[in-house]
């Protein structure tokens, strides 16, 4: 148990100062790491607190928040096929922080971005719950999914291809994808509170959602208020996905991957699993941005089509290994 | 700033003389459709007298249009081969990125169509300019044109000395290299290009990491249109910014640097005065 938070942790702070050292500025590692303590005044200094360490510190909040959403959802819904970016939450989110830059009031006022985003992924996390009921069904919930999904995708292509921006209709790409180029520490600050905030809920899920395995009724005789921990869900859910889309667009299967790799682990325990997924998702999203960074440095490739790369085989086998079980 | 200006009072009386044939035409066409931003100011420029029917729509917008005042007197399309084939010009002009769909269409229709390349250097203005004079049947209109426009630019070129490093920085963090008219308009205006220390003789994603540590002596970056885009957001990071303050600061005008028109000596005198600045500075 503690092994295997000190093997994540170690893991995770290793990756940490990799995306810190590489980039497409050949910078040797020493004397980047220097320039991020030392300010010199230099080209260094500002490249490494103004590019790389935003964009490292982004990916770890966001990793983070898209892990511990899915562990959070599978554990509510006791399904493994549970992610936001799959349920439509993250297309929602998109959806939310797309009009609020398009209608302009992203630019006037403070903290509307990440909360606009938070109000499309409230939307998308209230429908899939209400569609695919209390004990969501694998089917109800992939096609309430499916439907969110390509209505928040269709809103979101439509709001930019209204836009008069000759930019905007090319930003479909970065809105349904994800990436974390070029982004800075102004990001880092309308991400962050929502996303602390979110974590913080999500946590104080872990004791009921551990009851909640027993079955509701058990749960609700050991003083879990379901209705509660549901609204805790709902919530904190939006508020991480919502602020993460909110900078670095929509990223998927992170909530499916990490869970299902991480579930064994801590003995298929869901409250365990939560911190585990979020240690896990940060980890994951550090190699995925690691990668687009090394594999294609010039052509900006989104980090959701390598987390769809991996993700998506591993949905295909648990759809299935869950028709085998006959659900 | 030098504004360029057409030297019309010769250019009129060249332009009375209608000569053919010209493009497998019998006589000069008489009621043109031109369908791309940059063919709409070039034909606008060399067509004579109720000769030029109708322009693109962009050619109305003073963003990406150096003669958006001048477009009005024309009708706008859309660029659609139906609208166009329902003015039924006899002649239609289009730039080499015009949907190839569209000019296929019209020919099948029976509308002659002539496609312009794209201009990628100052000499291709010339010959751009030339080419609409015998597509028009105006060849003296644009020689008149071809010659304001040379010795305008042999002033700037007699005057480049330093040469200090400017980067071109658009949306996305896309630059353009020397073989761009972009870059050439830079050289023209006596800079030297990072994108090309770079690696990007054309044009391509700069990250901003490389960026930041070419350090540049000027950056030119695009004005941020008003409706927001995340693309232009770029333009705005903390890095960009701080390139801003800490060495010239120049913007880039699409009006006058995207099309291979003679407006391009608005973006050279633009940035040559940005170069004089900083050679002012002592650096």
Wanted: net charge neutral; charged share 15%.
């Amino acid at each position: 148990m503690t092994r295997l938070m000190a093997v994540l942790t170690a893991l995770l702070a290793l990756l940490f100062s990799a995306a810190l050292v590489l980039g497409p500025a050949d910078i040797g590692p020493v004397e980047s790491l220097r320039a991020l303590v030392v300010d010199n005044g230099g080209a260094l200094t500002l490249v490494m607190r103004e590019i790389r360490l935003p964009r490292a510190i982004l990916a770890v909040l966001i990793g983070a928040s898209l892990g511990m959403a899915g562990a959070a959802m599978q554990g509510y819904l006791r399904n493994p096929l549970a992610d936001p970016g799959l349920i439509g939450v993250s297309g929602s989110a998109a959806f939310g922080a797309v009009l609020s830059i398009q209608t302009g009031v992203a630019a006037t006022v403070a903290f509307a971005l990440p909360l606009s985003a938070l109000t499309g992924a409230l939307v998308g996390v209230f429908l899939v719950l209400s569609l695919a009921g209390p004990r969501g069904s694998s089917l109800t919930l992939i096609l309430a999914g499916i439907a969110i999904s390509a209505l928040a995708a269709a809103l979101t292509s439509l709001t930019l291809n209204l836009s008069p921006n000759p930019f905007a209709a090319s930003e479909i790409v970065f809105w349904m994808m994800g990436s974390l180029a070029d982004r800075s520490m102004t990001h880092v600050w309308i991400a962050w509170p929502l996303i602390a905030l979110g974590g913080v809920l999500l946590a104080s899920l872990a004791r009921g959602l551990d009851a909640l395995t027993l079955g509701e009724d058990a749960a609700e005789a050991m003083g879990i208020s379901l209705k509660r921990l549901r609204l805790t869900l709902v919530f904190g859910t939006a508020a991480v996905v919502g602020a993460s889309t909110a900078v670095a667009g929509a990223i998927g299967f992170i909530g499916l991957v990490v869970p299902h790799i991480l579930r064994p682990f801590v003995g298929a325990k869901p409250g365990q699993l939560l911190w585990a997924s979020a240690l896990g998702g940060a980890i994951m999203l550090l190699v995925a941005d690691i990668a687009v960074r090394v594999v294609l440095p010039s052509r900006d490739l989104k980090l959701g089509v390598l987390t769809a790369l991996v993700g998506a085989p591993l949905f295909l086998h648990l759809i299935y290994k869950t028709r085998k079980e006959g659900l | 700033m030098r504004v360029f200006v057409l030297n019309f009072k010769s250019i009129v009386i060249a332009g009375l003389v209608a000569t053919g044939p010209v493009m497998g035409l019998a006589e000069a066409p008489k009621r043109v459709v031109s369908v791309n931003l940059c063919t709409d100011q070039l034909a606008m420029l060399v067509a004579g007298p109720a000769q030029l029917y109708s322009v693109s729509e962009l050619a109305f917008d003073p963003r990406g249009s150096a003669m958006a005042e001048q477009a009005k007197t024309y009708v706008p399309n859309g660029g659609f081969a139906e609208e166009i084939y329902l003015m039924q010009p006899d002649l239609v002009i289009a730039g080499s990125f015009s949907t190839p769909a569209t000019t296929a269409m019209l020919r099948r229709l029976g509308v002659p169509v002539v496609v312009f390349d794209y201009a990628s250097s100052l000499a291709d203005i010339r010959d751009r300019l030339l080419q609409m004079g015998d597509v028009l049947g105006q060849p003296e209109r644009a020689q008149m044109i071809v010659a304001d426009f040379d010795a305008q630019l042999a002033a700037f070129q007699a005057e480049a000395t330093t040469n200090p490093r400017a980067a071109l920085y658009q949306a996305n963090g896309y630059t353009s290299g020397d073989s761009t008219l972009a870059g050439q308009i830079l050289i023209a205006a006596g800079f030297e290009n990072i994108a090309t220390e770079a690696g990007f003789p054309y044009g391509g994603f700069l990250p901003l990491e490389v960026l930041a540590m070419s350090q540049p002596d000027a950056i030119i970056t695009s004005n941020p249109d008003a409706a927001r885009s995340r693309a232009e957001e770029i333009l705005s990071h903390p890095v960009v910014e701080a390139l801003r303050e800490t060495t010239g600061a120049g913007w880039f005008s699409d009006r006058d640097w995207v099309c291979g028109t003679p407006f391009v000596l608005n973006a050279i005198a633009a940035t040559a005065k940005l170069r004089r600045q900083l050679e002012g500075d002592g650096s």
